[in-house]
């Protein structure tokens, strides 16, 4: 009986060895034939999955966009609703070992995009959802009644998401200068700021 391959699982673990290579190495030494060493597959299998490097390139970064997804979707958030959002602007920052390979994986997949145009309507996209994520986030607290009443969500928003991917980004090439303490301490103050003062509780203390 002939040998089953789950024939996505193979491209998982392709991708996988993809970011593995890009983050101990850098992306100049993601090369078809090491990915498919690190894959355990010849160059020719890889090839049976992916002709180009630009198609590896983009299903790993769609993975990672994916997999964020499925993080946030799936996961139940408690607490106030100051911690709720906290806690959902997090999955975009890395926090722990996953979300630091994700985030050093994306911002040297973002970097490529601006060489690489097949790969650039996957940032577009990314960067489009990522932004709603948040609008949404603070949508949800103005909801509560717990925010400035005169406040622009939209302009809020354009504001929020540069601050997140220049947090992740400093905490990634300065870990113990700007910790991980400072990032999340520096998230609280910027939603503080935002807030309707007389709704301020315990509960948001960093």
Do not use: C
């Amino acid at each position: 009986m002939p040998k089953f391959v789950d024939h996505e699982k193979r491209k998982i673990k392709i991708a996988e060895a993809t970011w593995k290579l890009i983050v101990e190495q850098g992306i100049e030494q993601a090369t078809v034939r090491k990915i498919a060493q690190e894959s355990g597959l010849s160059v020719g299998a890889l090839r049976h999955y992916f002709t180009t490097q630009s198609e590896l390139l983009k299903f790993s970064m769609e993975l990672v966009v994916q997999r964020v997804m499925d993080r946030t979707h799936s996961t139940n958030y408690k607490g106030s609703p100051f911690e709720i959002a906290v806690d959902a602007i997090s999955e975009v920052l890395p926090i722990d070992s996953d979300r630091r390979v994700e985030m050093e994986v994306w911002f040297v997949f973002s970097a490529k995009t601006l060489v690489d145009q097949s790969l650039r309507s996957v940032g577009e996209k990314t960067y489009q959802n990522m932004h709603q994520g948040l609008y949404r986030v603070l949508e949800f607290l103005y909801s509560q009644h717990l925010l400035k009443k005169d406040i622009d969500l939209e302009m809020e928003a354009n504001r929020l998401h540069p601050l997140v991917d220049g947090m992740a980004s400093h905490h990634l090439l300065y870990p113990s200068i700007y910790t991980y303490e400072k990032m999340i301490a520096t998230l609280r103050y910027h939603l503080k700021t935002l807030w309707n003062g007389d709704d301020l509780n315990e509960s948001t203390s960093s």
